[in-house]
């Protein structure tokens, strides 16, 4: 499984941004598929999670200005964020691992597959 990211770049405050996250393709039948971010200095964050059930859970971090979602025919992977803040700015990561289960772990261990990373950056 291969997972690149795109749709980073610099927005100011208040801005939005949609990453987007493609998958080469899929071994396995379902998966738990993620987005996290870390910014510079600081530890690797879980901020979105999706199960091939639709069922989401999010970071208090970004719960009610990020949305993860899925476009499973074509194996993408998005994170709308809205109302961005300085705060947001951080390497994106998407990530992946196999799991028949409806809820998703937010924990990086958890995952198996990374893409290589996207920039944000919000200035004030």
């Known amino acids: 499984e291969q997972l690149v990211e795109s749709g980073g770049g610099a927005v100011q405050t208040g801005g939005s941004l949609r990453l987007s996250c493609a998958a080469s393709?899929?071994?396995?039948?379902?998966?738990?598929l993620g987005w996290f971010r870390q910014p510079p200095g600081e530890e690797l964050e879980g901020i979105a999670v999706i199960s091939s059930y639709g069922v989401t859970s999010y970071a208090d971090s970004v719960k009610g200005r990020a949305t993860i979602s899925q476009d499973s025919a074509k194996k993408i992977l998005y994170l709308q964020m809205n109302s961005l803040k300085p705060e947001d700015t951080a390497v994106y990561y998407c990530?992946?691992?196999?799991?028949?289960?409806?809820?998703?772990?937010?924990?990086?261990?958890?995952?198996?597959?990374w893409g290589q990373g996207t920039q944000v950056t919000v200035s004030s």
């Open positions: 393709r899929y071994t396995y039948n379902s998966y738990c």
């Open positions: 990530a992946a691992y196999p799991s028949t289960f409806d809820y998703c772990s937010r924990l990086s261990t958890d995952f198996r597959y």
